[in-house]
């Protein structure tokens, strides 16, 4: 890792003037709103503004009411989010976190700066919305797994000794955060595919010509080809895992026909067949 690369990045997420007063008034305009209603009643709790280290901005923080609600994914501390909707009224982009565990600061801290970088990339319109976002699930991935990568990389280049070797399976902080961002991205995309107006095309394009493109994602980012053939390799083993993590988060059961359909096709799909096509 390097200060010219965290520099670059910092500098590219940075939001001028104007961005973020029109922000800061949407937060002022949903806070006014929120303090009319009984605790009870939201979703979130102790909205409040915190100060970016990193951004120099402060930006919108709640609690969740229920800590077990699922506003935060399962084994997530916080997350980042562009909108909820609460009794009516639309929320500014915001981070709702777990509670602080004790003497865990510097963790909390570490995870807060993530997840403000996708704040910034929300507000600067650079985080790819699956939905909104005509370009398929491929370039989904490739949008996400690079913006999910500026975020693991701030938070490991500043916050270091947080993430030793072992906690990053012994891969170099650069590896680890390249791994991190891509397999949180393709769960998500796999998550979303898998949705809402789901399509077998859909999926089978998707599996199909990922593999292919990877190298196109990965290379510009930085990584060795040797990093990106594993990628292509892994491609099979780590639709299986993204699988099997969105099963057992999933509030409702998968559509069956999407679950066989992967598990014909990683039948077909092995290391240097089908899924390194
Ligand atoms: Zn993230």
Request: aromatic share 12%; proline share 6%.
């Amino acid at each position: 890792m390097t200060v010219g690369r965290a520099a670059a990045i910092q500098e590219y997420l940075a939001l001028n003037d104007e961005t973020y007063s029109e922000y800061s008034g949407s937060v002022a305009r949903f806070v006014t709103e929120m303090v009319q209603f009984e605790p009870f009643c939201l979703p979130i709790r102790k909205l409040r503004m915190v100060q970016s280290k990193l951004f120099g901005r402060k930006f919108l923080v709640a609690n969740p009411m229920y800590e077990d609600d699922g506003l935060i994914g399962a084994g997530l501390n916080a997350v980042a989010i562009e909108s909820i909707e609460v009794a009516g009224f639309q929320s500014p982009p915001i981070v709702v976190t777990a509670k602080r565990q004790q003497g865990q600061d510097r963790l909390y801290r570490s995870i807060l700066e993530h997840e403000f970088v996708h704040i910034c990339q929300m507000l600067l319109g650079r985080l790819a919305d699956f939905e909104a976002d005509p370009g398929g699930p491929t370039l989904f991935l490739e949008a996400r797994t690079r913006a999910e990568f500026e975020a693991y990389y701030l938070q490991h280049f500043h916050w270091p000794d947080l993430y030793p070797a072992q906690q990053t399976r012994g891969m170099s902080a650069e590896d680890y955060c390249l791994f991190s961002a891509y397999v949180h991205s393709l769960e998500d995309t796999l998550k979303c595919i898998l949705g809402e107006g789901a399509s077998l095309p859909v999926l089978s394009d998707f599996l199909d010509t990922t593999p292919v493109r990877l190298h196109d994602l990965i290379s510009p980012m930085g990584f060795s080809d040797a990093t990106c053939q594993y990628y292509r390799a892994m491609f099979p083993g780590h639709i299986e895992t993204a699988l099997g993590v969105i099963t057992e988060n999933s509030p409702l059961p998968l559509p069956d026909q999407f679950v066989d359909f992967i598990k014909t096709w990683l039948k077909g799909a092995s290391p240097g067949s089908r899924g390194a096509r």
